[in-house]
C-alpha cells in the first residue's frame, strides 16, 4: 500500500543550491549515477565522479558538463573489486579535496556469474558492500570535517529477498546469484543502520534507498527468460533520469537533515524487511566486515 500511495504523490522536486559543496559519486559512468551526477552539478557542486573503466568515465564527464552547464566534474580511477584501489582514491581525495559534505555510494553489480574480488570476496558482496564500506571509512574523517555532511548508499528493493550468511559471506559453499545480490542490498541497508549510530551528534547523517526498477546496463547479466520478463516489464519501469530521484532526494532534501539510519523509497521514508531493522545482525555484520577488510572502526 505504501508503495501505490508514494506512485501517485506528486513528484518531489527542491530547488536547493550546493554553491561551494564537494560530492563523490561512485560508478556515476552511466545509469542513475551518471543523473545524479549531473542534477548535483546544476545545483552548484563540485562532482567527482569515482569509476573503474576511465575511458567511459571521461566520456560520462563530457556528457555531465554539457547537460549541467557546469565545468567542475572531474573522474577519478576507483575500482571497488581492489582494496589497493580503493586506499589509493581515497588517499588522493583526503589529500586533494578541502572537504567532502556528500558521498554517494552508488556502484554496484549485479546477479553475475560467480567471481572474486582482488581481495578474495565475492564479487556481489566485495563490490556492493565491502568496497564501499572501506571507502567510507578511508574518506570519515575528511566528511566529519565537512558536517553537516551525507552519506547516501544505494540499496535495492531486493534486500528483501534474502538474509546474510554471516558463516558463508563469499557464497563459497553455494552460489546463487540472486541471492548474493540480496545479501548485498541487505548490507547496505545494515550498514547505513550502524554508520548513523556510530555518526550520531557529528553532524554527518546516513540515507539507505531503493531507486526503482530502473533501465540500466546492470541488467546485463539476466539469463533468457529473464531478459523476456524484463523486456514485458520495461513500460513500467523508470528511465535512469527519474530513478535517481530518490537518491537526489536523500543527497539534497532539507527536511532529512535531522533524519538518519532510514530507508528510502519514491522519494519518501518506506519499510524495509525485518531483518534491515535487526541491530544485531547489524553488528555481527560490522564486526565481520571490519574483521575481513582489517580496519579498526569501533
Given at each position: 500500500m505504501q508503495a501505490l500511495r508514494n506512485f501517485f504523490r506528486a513528484a518531489w522536486s527542491s530547488d536547493v543550491k550546493l554553491d561551494g559543496k564537494t560530492v563523490v559519486i561512485t560508478g556515476a559512468n552511466?545509469?542513475?549515477?551518471k543523473e545524479t551526477a549531473i542534477d548535483l552539478a546544476k545545483r552548484g557542486a563540485k562532482v567527482i565522479i569515482a569509476c573503474r573503466d576511465m575511458e567511459k568515465a571521461g566520456a560520462a564527464v563530457k556528457e555531465i558538463i554539457e547537460s549541467s552547464g557546469s565545468?567542475?566534474?572531474l573522474c577519478m580511477k576507483l575500482d571497488l573489486a581492489?582494496?589497493?584501489?580503493?586506499?589509493?582514491?581515497?588517499?588522493?581525495i583526503n589529500n586533494g579535496e578541502p572537504k567532502l559534505n556528500i558521498l554517494i555510494n552508488n556502484a554496484g553489480v549485479m546477479v553475475c556469474p560467480y567471481g572474486k574480488t582482488a581481495d578474495g570476496f565475492e564479487m556481489q558482496i566485495g563490490v556492493n558492500h565491502?568496497?564501499?564500506?572501506?571507502?567510507?571509512?578511508?574518506?570519515?574523517?575528511?566528511?566529519?570535517?565537512?558536517?553537516?555532511?551525507?552519506?547516501?548508499?544505494?540499496?535495492s528493493m531486493a534486500h528483501n529477498w534474502s538474509s546474510i550468511n554471516l558463516e558463508d559471506i563469499n557464497s563459497e559453499k553455494s552460489y546463487d546469484k540472486n541471492k548474493a545480490y540480496s545479501q548485498s542490498k541487505l548490507a547496505n541497508v545494515l550498514f547505513t543502520r550502524s554508520l548513523a549510530k556510530r555518526l550520531e551528534g557529528t553532524g554527518v547523517t546516513t540515507y539507505s534507498l531503493h531507486p526503482g526498477v530502473v533501465q540500466t546496463e546492470l541488467w546485463r547479466h539476466l539469463n533468457g527468460p529473464q531478459q523476456i520478463l524484463w523486456k514485458m516489464a520495461t513500460p513500467f519501469t523508470k528511465n535512469s533520469s527519474q530513478g535517481a530521484q530518490t537518491t537526489i532526494y536523500c543527497a539534497v532534501e532539507p527536511s532529512l537533515e535531522k533524519e538518519s539510519g532510514g530507508y528510502y523509497s519514491d522519494c519518501a521514508p518506506a519499510n524495509c524487511s525485518a531483518d534491515g531493522?535487526?541491530?544485531?545482525?547489524?553488528?555481527?555484520?560490522?564486526?565481520?566486515?571490519?574483521?575481513?577488510?582489517?580496519?579498526?572502526?569501533?
Open positions: 552511466t545509469g542513475i549515477g565545468e567542475n566534474v581492489d582494496s589497493k584501489s580503493i586506499r589509493e582514491f581515497a588517499e588522493a565491502m568496497g564501499h564500506f572501506l571507502l567510507t571509512y578511508l574518506l570519515l574523517d575528511l566528511i566529519k570535517k565537512s558536517a553537516p555532511a551525507r552519506i547516501v548508499n544505494v540499496s531493522k535487526n541491530d544485531e545482525l547489524a553488528q555481527k555484520l560490522w564486526e565481520l566486515s571490519c574483521r575481513l577488510l582489517s580496519v579498526t572502526w569501533e
